[in-house]
C-alpha cells in the first residue's frame, strides 16, 4: 500500500555525480515515522546495503564503500528521501533501490524493510 518511486539516476563519468530521490505516497503508515535505506545490486551480485536514515534524519549509517562519497538526507515535508553521489566510480554501476521501514531506527539489513521501489539504473564509466 506503500510506494516508493526512484528517480535521478543515468549514466556519468568516474568523478562525476548523481542524485537520487524517492518519494514515498500511498496508503498505510507515516512516512516521517518510518526509517529509509538505499541499497544497490551490481551485476552479478547480490544486494548491498548503501546508506540508511532514521526517522527524523538525525541518525545516519553509510556503507564503507561510499563512506565521504555518497550522503543520505530525507525531507520529511516531502516524503522524499535523497541520495547525493558524489566522486562516483565504475564500481559504483548498478540498480538503486528505495527501501521503507515500518520502524524508526536505521539499519543496514535489508530484513527490516518492507517496502522497495523499483529501482534506478547508475552507471558510471572510467
Known amino acids: 500500500q506503500v510506494q516508493l518511486v526512484e528517480s535521478g539516476g543515468g549514466s556519468v563519468q568516474a568523478g562525476d555525480s548523481l542524485k537520487l530521490s524517492c518519494v514515498a505516497s500511498?496508503?498505510?503508515?507515516?512516512?516521517?515515522?518510518?526509517?529509509m535505506g538505499w541499497f544497490r545490486r551490481a551485476p552479478g551480485k547480490e544486494r548491498d546495503f548503501v546508506a540508511t536514515i532514521n526517522w527524523s534524519g538525525d541518525k545516519t549509517i553509510t556503507a564503507d564503500s561510499v563512506k565521504g562519497r555518497f550522503t543520505i538526507t530525507r525531507d520529511n515535508d516531502k516524503n522524499t528521501v535523497i541520495l547525493q553521489m558524489n566522486s562516483l566510480k565504475p564500481e559504483d554501476t548498478g540498480v538503486y533501490y528505495c527501501a521503507g521501514s515500518p520502524t524508526g531506527w536505521e539499519s543496514s539489513s535489508p530484513y527490516v524493510y518492507d517496502a522497495w521501489g523499483q529501482g534506478t539504473q547508475v552507471t558510471v564509466s572510467s
Open positions: 500511498g496508503r498505510g503508515r507515516t512516512f516521517s515515522d518510518g526509517a
